[in-house]
């Protein structure tokens, strides 16, 4: 590891790190050969600079990227079907967006490590704009819907280039024994974004009692959504990083497209656990439809969709930092803090869809018409169904931590995380992709709930084995450093 960096001047002795030592202090050095996990020790820039070149700093930047784009856009899908009457649109268009999501995530960690994160966070912030004004377009001309769908389209692939960014940043700049409070912080400002998105719905349709927003609403998410696509501007480059115990984030490589898509089954084949994580990541999307379109939309005039939307989002914020203080807690071996987290997201799953199996056997699509007088936030009734919503909120973000946290837990290298993040929001997006067109065909209600809570305990069982062989106490060198 060279030092020739102006802002990464090592320390005159020889320090080597040793990650074994969880103490709080970050003093963890020890002087000698053998140690076969001992990295360099850089000393990291003071004043302004060294603020700025701070990683907390970064994923908090990081988290406004995905504030003004993703977060939004959470925002509109939460309102369900995008905020309209008919929810076909909404729904043909979010089976669009994550089919090409799914193909371009595959791809997107090697386009990322060949571009370089902060221009892949650019050129994905870009489709968010244009998806959320193609809403303003169906407003105004009904017959357009197609067009939404097509910038469905456009927003899946740029999907996969800022999410595949988003993670190798995420997972990278923190230390190990704290990727849990880095991704609670990163999920907390981004759904920020969310909560800012259904406030400005909420403020603007509170009085209403229709079942769709108005434009005005649309122009307010667009201009927030521009706002975002500047900020990967003034992010630091990652090479330049020094973690807050002196270690130096893995420079990102720039070689051949073709040496990058080879990465891809080099990722697989020298770390085929993996593989164990992918039903966990089919299924973490999944219910977006049901909660969204099939809960939401279903039973709820725009007043109290609107402020489901902020409740839900606001939950996500308890709900990631709540497992992320979990999954940092030094005095319990990462193991234990591993399976811990697990037996909270399975006990949620379970608490969350009993609760909803007894609101979803009394309703079905057909005993709902569009016109149908939806339920308010004054109604008797509203006030348990809220609160269901937002337990759905924090299993989401509970859900979403805990996978990130397992793959950060596998590796420290920026190249090796793109892939992982790749395989993640690929095989999310398919699955998503499925889910949402079942829905726009109107398949029952009662289907996609079951499939919904089938699949989260899927991928919980499928997650097991790999937490037992691949989760240690400490990431090995040749993990931290993936060539």
């Not at 990227?65 to 959470?74: A, D, E, I, Q, S």
């Not at 209403?208 to 667009?222: E, H, K, M, R, W």
């Not at 829905?439 to 209600?445: Q, R, S």
């Amino acid at each position: 590891m060279s030092a020739s960096d102006d802002d990464s001047v090592p320390r005159e002795k020889p320090a080597r790190y040793n990650p074994r030592d969880t103490s709080a202090d970050d003093s963890r050095y020890v002087y000698g050969d053998d140690d076969h996990s001992a990295l360099s020790i850089y000393q990291r820039p003071a004043g302004l600079k060294g603020f700025w070149y701070n990683t907390y700093t970064q994923v908090a930047l990081l988290g406004f990227v995905c504030f003004m784009c993703p977060g939004l856009f959470n925002a509109l899908n939460g309102l369900g079907g995008g905020g309209q009457l008919d929810t076909a649109t909404s729904a043909n268009a979010n089976s669009t967006l994550y089919s090409t999501f799914a193909v371009a995530a595959f791809f997107a960690g090697s386009i990322n490590n060949v571009l370089g994160p902060r221009l892949t966070l650019l050129l994905g912030s870009v489709g968010y704009a244009l998806y959320i004004s193609a809403y303003s377009v169906v407003n105004i001309h009904p017959n357009v819907s197609g067009y939404v769908i097509a910038m469905g389209a456009v927003l899946g692939v740029c999907a996969g280039l800022l999410w595949t960014a988003q993670g190798s940043l995420m997972l990278a700049y923190p230390t190990e024994h704290q990727k849990g409070r880095f991704i609670g912080l990163f999920w907390s400002i981004f759904n920020l974004g969310s909560v800012v998105g259904a406030s400005v719905s909420l403020a603007r349709n509170f009085h209403s009692t229709a079942n769709a927003v108005d434009n005005g609403t649309y122009i307010g998410f667009l201009v927030l959504t521009g706002i975002g696509f500047f900020i990967p501007l003034c992010m630091a480059d990652p090479d330049k990083m020094i973690r807050t115990d002196g270690t130096r984030v893995a420079t990102l490589r720039q070689p051949s497209w073709r040496a990058e898509l080879y990465g891809l089954y080099v990722a697989l084949r020298l770390d085929p656990l993996i593989v164990l994580l992918f039903p966990m990541f089919f299924a973490s999307n999944w219910f977006y439809a049901y909660q969204f379109n099939d809960y939401n939309a279903a039973l709820f005039n725009i007043r109290a969709r609107s402020l489901n939307n902020l409740v839900y989002w606001l939950s996500q914020i308890i709900g990631s930092v709540s497992i992320g203080l979990l999954l940092d807690q030094q005095r319990f071996s990462r193991r234990l803090r591993a399976f811990s987290a697990w037996v909270v997201l399975f006990v949620l799953v379970f608490a969350v869809h009993v609760w909803t199996y007894f609101y979803q056997r009394h309703y079905t699509r057909e005993s709902i018409p569009p016109d149908a007088q939806k339920l308010d936030i004054y109604d008797y009734g509203y006030i348990p169904r809220v609160w269901l919503y937002i337990l759905c909120g924090i299993l989401d973000s509970m859900w979403q931590t805990t996978a990130y946290w397992m793959m950060g837990a596998m590796s420290n290298d920026p190249a090796k995380l793109a892939y992982f993040t790749g395989f993640y929001k690929s095989i999310q997006s398919a699955g998503a992709a499925g889910v949402w067109r079942a829905d726009a065909v109107k398949i029952p209600y009662m289907s996609i709930f079951i499939s919904t809570w089938a699949l989260l305990v899927a991928g919980l069982v499928f997650a097991l084995p790999m937490i037992h062989w691949r989760v240690h106490d400490h990431t090995d060198q040749e993990d931290a450093e993936y060539t």
